[in-house]
């Protein structure tokens, strides 16, 4: 099984749709990312979570929501989608201040393919 | 973190090193240089990391210049899997609040045949 579990892998929904994206983790990490990728474009920061009382905005965060319900859990919701948020989405994970790593890098799932009409 | 500079495609020879720069000028001493790769619409994954002296592991070599102000990422012999987009990335290796990954454009590896 993979590290870091996204579904769907691919969605496609309508204008004004509520959506939700999931994701779990096998890793133990603290903290959880959401990033959005456009076709051609590097990755951009949704929200993060150094913790499961920890929820951040990053540098795009208008139009989505996230819930972190348990370590290993970390969804990404639309609340009404619109077509400009077509994209690839991936979770990520990486080891906490308290936590050791053998490298500190971060995790990604096999990201979700997400296509509003 | 500090920001980076890469090329914005590169082509290499099968079986041949791939040899990736990056420049990185006003890297803090704190600073860790890390380099992921993305594979055609995959997650991106984790290649090496290193603060000044060169690393080398399974996938990848990493030499940084003695002033830490530029890195090359080595692949030795090149395959046709290793075409993908090659991020280099600098940051303190166990962030703190404010100091998340990011991403700029990469380079494009094409490893040919």
């Known amino acids: 099984d993979a590290d870091v579990t996204q579904t769907p892998r691919n969605r496609i929904t309508k204008t004004g749709k509520r959506i939700m994206l999931e994701c779990s983790q096998t890793k133990g990490h603290d903290r959880m990312y959401w990033y959005r990728q456009d076709p051609g474009l590097g990755l951009r920061l949704i929200y993060y979570?150094?913790?499961?009382?920890?929820?951040n905005k990053g540098e795009i965060s208008d139009g989505y929501s996230v819930s972190r319900q348990a370590q290993a859990k970390f969804s990404l919701s639309l609340e009404s989608a619109i077509p400009n948020q077509t994209a690839l989405y991936f979770c990520a994970t990486s080891a906490g201040r308290g936590q050791v790593s053998a490298n500190y890098g971060y995790t990604f799932g096999s990201g979700t393919r997400l296509t509003v009409v | 973190d500090a920001k980076t500079t890469q090329p914005t495609s590169m082509d290499c020879a099968e079986g041949r090193a791939a040899n990736l720069p990056c420049n990185h000028s006003?890297?803090?001493?704190?600073?860790?240089v890390y380099w992921y790769r993305q594979i055609h619409s995959q997650g991106p994954q984790y290649i090496i990391h290193?603060?000044?002296n060169n690393e080398t592991n399974e996938m990848a070599s990493l030499i940084i210049t003695e002033d830490r102000k530029s890195s090359t990422l080595i692949l030795p012999h090149a395959t046709l899997r290793d075409t993908a987009v090659y991020y280099c990335i600098v940051r303190v290796a166990k962030d703190n609040a404010g100091n998340m990954l990011t991403f700029g454009g990469g380079t494009r590896l094409m490893v040919k045949p």
């Open positions: 006003t890297i803090s001493g704190n600073e860790y």
């Open positions: 290193g603060l000044k």
């Open positions: 979570s150094f913790d499961v009382k920890d929820i």
